[in-house]
């Protein structure tokens, strides 16, 4: 099931109560903590430096700078988009996939930076907020779970792969104007999105962590009874009566 909307524009969350909604207040609380924290070395803590985690393992940061902006305009698209696209997505997934994507995409798409920092060292130079990071994902995922169907753009009909194609588009022209080492986090999120959205039902079933937890659930089940199994012996018909010790 799909939500209903006239377009990119005019959709929104379900509240603030809402996993959408907190998730937005998030990136506001965030952002702020980090502003208010530059001179403080909180800020430092708190963002994503590949050189900081790989030589004083701040194996927190993955994770931390997700909802954090550094440009107030970059805070208000991303909660633009946290609440309006992470509304829709909300209700056509659930609160739990939602949550899963918009921190644990950008989250894996840090972890990925800063493995390509080791043979990459220009990147060690950089501190990353995420919010652009979590922009893009939910960006390009709620454009590509479209597809084909119709959507728009503020008025601007397309469908939902073209509006996919517009947010990477977006982190693009950041990469001409500015650096591609700036994007690095936002590339590695479209990529891991387009394998997860895109690619998901394509690629084996022993791919998704659900089926291996499946899996070991099964097998361990199934070595439970076995286990349990090995003192029982078939009674034949011949036995009448049963003897005793089959019966116990």
Do not use: C
């Not at 390509?116 to 454009?143: D, I």
Request: cysteine-free; aromatic content about 12%.
């Amino acid at each position: 099931m799909r939500p209903a909307f006239g377009g990119f524009g005019g959709f929104g969350g379900g509240g603030l109560r809402s996993t959408s909604g907190k998730l937005a207040i998030a990136v506001v609380v965030g952002s702020v903590l980090w502003a208010l924290g530059r001179t403080s070395g909180l800020g430092a803590l708190i963002t994503l430096s590949p050189h900081r985690v790989l030589d004083a393992l701040w194996l927190w940061q993955p994770l931390t700078y997700v909802v954090i902006a550094t440009h107030p305009i970059s805070v208000i698209f991303t909660v633009l988009i946290a609440y309006g696209i992470g509304g829709a997505l909300e209700q056509t997934w659930g609160s739990r996939r939602l949550l899963w994507v918009a921190l644990g995409y950008p989250a894996l798409a840090g972890i990925l930076t800063v493995l390509l920092a080791l043979v990459l060292p220009g990147l060690r130079a950089f501190n990353f907020g995420g919010a652009p990071v979590l922009l893009t994902v939910l960006w390009v995922a709620f454009g590509w779970s479209w597809g084909r169907g119709q959507t728009g753009f503020w008025g601007l009909p397309m469908t939902g792969n073209q509006l996919a194609l517009l947010g990477i588009g977006f982190v693009l022209l950041r990469a001409v104007f500015e650096s591609w080492l700036m994007v690095v986090p936002e590339l590695f999120g479209i990529l891991v999105t387009f394998v997860a959205i895109r690619m998901g039902h394509r690629l084996p079933a022993f791919s998704s962590p659900r089926i291996w937890w499946l899996r070991f659930q099964h097998r361990r089940l199934e070595r439970q009874l076995k286990g349990r199994s090995r003192h029982l012996r078939v009674v034949s018909r011949d036995d009448d009566p049963p003897r005793r010790d089959y019966l116990n």
